[in-house]
């Protein structure tokens, strides 16, 4: 029942923007943490960005300064504003979160299905 859902890949030139969203549905009773993943071809997936429940935010340091991760808890939806695109920034991106859901509230990790982001001239 429970769903994520990506949206807002596609393919910008070096050093523009995108904005990707991944939205939560189902019987959600709450979200913990939500992240964006990022896989390359031929590269293990790595962690982009999580942010808590509570609004902290993690980056890996290659992304830092650059993307930012945010979320809608109304909506149950997350957010990664990114800027300044590199072509190494080329990838799968895939939503992440760690909820609990009706009736059972026990805690599941959920993923989208993924959104390309190209990033080239």
């Known amino acids: 029942q ?3 859902v990506e949206s807002g890949g596609g393919l910008v030139q070096p050093g523009g923007s995108l ?3 991944c939205a ?3 019987n959600i ?3 913990n ?3 964006w993943y990022r896989q390359a071809p031929g590269k293990q997936r790595e962690l982009v960005a999580v942010i808590t429940s ?3 935010t993690n980056y ?3 992304v830092k300064g650059r ?3 945010s979320r809608d808890n109304a909506k149950n939806t997350v957010y990664l504003r990114m800027n300044s695109l590199k072509p190494e920034d080329t990838a799968v991106y895939y939503c992440h979160a760690v909820l609990s859901a009706m009736p059972s509230l026990i805690l599941n990790s959920y993923w989208g299905q993924g959104t390309q982001v190209t990033v080239s001239s």
Do not use: P, W
């Open 2 to 4: 429970v769903q994520l």
């Open 19 to 21: 904005r990707l969203s």
């Open 24 to 26: 939560a549905s189902g």
């Open 29 to 31: 009773f709450s979200i």
């Open 33 to 35: 943490d939500m992240g």
């Open 54 to 56: 509570g609004g902290s």
């Open 60 to 62: 890996v340091d290659s």
């Open 67 to 69: 993307f930012t991760i």
